[in-house]
């Protein structure tokens, strides 16, 4: 499937540096191994050619991946799921942020990354060199609403309601009070405290972040003077290293606010953002609706299934503040064990079953692709193939 970029991909779609593991030992009853092809007694599969029939085909080793850590609920549903599948293979995912596991993923020094933000050209050009001339595979198989989080444990309210306008100019440092005239001007009734605003930003490069200031940038009118960036374009103030960290730092601190995927939200408060008229409230099926009408991204292929956010949208019930998270792999691996390996995790994540996984509300609550998204998703981890 050739993808460009006015055609939309359709209607119908703990923590800190520690490594999510998960090992199991085979049993008595381990699965039976496939028939004889020749093959030795320690090869991980009995065929030469990848497949993403799990069924057929025994694996075991190690599996290593690392990045994005919004997607460490999931990963650790997937890591749970495909163990069930293949109880022989180490499967571990490092959520050290998303430009950490592009950094390694490039190096070599795993099979996968996670990133919250598509690879930059120069970063293609470096993931082709390392994926042994093929193309790097960027397929859209996470897709949650960031949550604006605020502690503010005596504000009476459901939803605090911001506009993208009045955000940008807390984060930018510009209203520095919970009881400033904005805020109650898309507050009306609310009784808000006389509380010093503590902008919290993410320390690492991050995805998040990088797709936070992207809506900033598109649906703020101007109120956001910075560039869309991974790293935080303001020195000073609080911030915190990965999801966890930023978690923390607002849990810690009385009028704190900062930004985090909604899977972490936890407790604190969450804003309802500003989209046209109304207010809208993160959900999986909002942030769905924008990933929905929004076309694939400029450099977007068949194996590189990117996508170009629409962030200032204005449509009914829809929640531009939203990500997609990538799952970064080769299109090309040197040797059989490692491709197949990779499709069938891959496989399994595109999966209505890994889907669904991920979308429980007590793993991540995420929004699964659509059938025609994973038309083209599977037709990518197909290709895997041994250079």
């Given amino acids: 499937m050739k993808l460009n970029r006015t055609k939309s991909f359709g209607t ?8 999510i593991t998960l090992a199991a030992c085979a049993s008595n009853d381990a699965p039976a191994a496939t028939p004889d092809t020749g093959s030795t007694s320690d090869s991980t599969s009995a065929t ?44 571990s995912y490092d959520p050290i942020g998303s430009g950490g596991g592009r950094e ?36 859209p198989l996470y897709i949650s609403p960031i949550a604006v989080i605020y502690n503010l444990p005596d504000l009476e309210v459901e939803h605090l309601q911001l506009t993208a306008e009045t955000l940008a100019k807390i984060f930018n440092r510009e209203i520095t009070s919970w009881d400033d005239p904005a805020i109650a001007a898309e507050n009306p009734g609310v009784e808000l405290p ?14 998040t972040t990088e797709n936070f200031t992207e809506w900033l940038a598109a649906a703020s009118n101007g109120a956001w003077p910075h560039e869309p960036s991974g790293d935080w374009p303001l020195s000073g103030g609080q911030s915190g290293a990965q999801t966890q960290g930023m978690i923390d730092t607002v849990s810690g601190a009385v009028g704190a606010i900062g930004y985090a995927d909604a899977s972490r939200a936890g407790d604190l408060g969450t804003v309802a953002v500003g989209v046209g008229d109304e207010f809208v409230p993160y959900s999986a099926e909002a942030a769905a609706a924008v990933v929905d009408a929004s076309p694939a991204a400029e450099g977007a292929s068949d194996k590189q299934l990117t996508i170009e956010l629409d962030r200032a949208t204005t449509a009914s019930g829809a929640y531009p503040v939203v990500l997609i998270s990538y799952s970064i792999a080769c299109s090309v691996y040197d040797n059989a064990e490692d491709a197949e390996k990779v499709k069938a995790f891959l496989s399994y994540v595109a999966s209505e079953e890994g889907q669904q996984r991920a979308a429980d509300p007590s793993v991540a ?19 895997i193939s041994v250079g």
Avoid: Y
């Fill in 48 to 91: 030469q050619e990848p497949t993403s029939e799990e069924a057929t085909v025994t694996l075991s080793g190690t599996l290593t991946g690392a990045g994005a850590s919004s997607q460490e609920k999931a990963m650790g549903g997937w890591i749970a799921g495909f163990g069930d599948l293949h109880p022989d293979v180490l499967l």
């Fill in 12 to 19: 119908a779609l703990l923590a800190g540096a520690m490594a």
């Fill in 194 to 207: 006389a509380t010093g605003i503590i902008p919290v930003n993410r320390s690492d490069e991050s995805g």
């Fill in 365 to 383: 609550g995420s929004a699964p692709i659509s059938g025609e998204l994973r038309t083209a998703v599977e037709a990518a981890i197909d290709s």
């Fill in 104 to 139: 390694q993923f490039i190096a070599g020094a795993t099979l996968f990354a996670g990133s919250d933000a598509a690879l930059k050209p120069e970063e293609v050009e470096a993931a082709t060199q390392r994926c042994f001339g093929g193309e790097p595979l960027q397929l």
